[in-house]
Nanobody
Framework: QVQLVESGGDLVQPGGSLRLSCAAS????????MAWYRRAPGKGRELVAT???????DYADSVKGRFTISRDNFKNTVYLYMNRLNAEDTAVYYC???????????WGKGTQVTVSS
């Protein structure tokens, strides 16, 4: 089992920045990929960014050049650095962990990001 706890969501003005954190606990040595997803009001879940165990990252086109995902395997934490935020980034952001050996995935409860003036 893996437990994920997100933090860092807040109300921020357009053009501002935030850092989200996701702390993992439990059977963490088995985690392969980690990712951030988001769900905006009235919309479906969207994959924002993923990062592999060795640090290879990939991003949704909508956040490329503005968001950065990173992973600290010693602290068992994954981060999402968000810059130049706009209203379309308003959403609940969820952390996801995937274990390839068991084809299992785990989710956090989410953290709210609101971009508004």
């Amino acid at each position: 089992q893996v437990q994920l706890v997100e933090s860092g969501g807040d109300l921020v003005q357009p053009g501002g920045s935030l850092r989200l954190s996701c702390a993992a606990s439990g059977v963490i040595f088995s985690i392969d990929n980690m990712a951030w997803y988001r769900r905006a009001p009235g919309k479906g879940r969207e994959l924002v960014a993923t990062i592999s165990r060795d640090g290879s990252a990939d991003y949704a086109d909508s956040v490329k050049g503005r968001f950065t995902i990173s992973r600290d395997n010693f602290k068992n934490t994954v981060y999402l650095y968000m810059n130049r935020l706009n209203a379309e980034d308003t959403a609940v952001y969820y952390c996801n962990a995937y274990i390839r050996a068991t084809l299992s995935e785990y989710w956090g409860k989410g953290t709210q990001v609101t971009v508004s003036s």
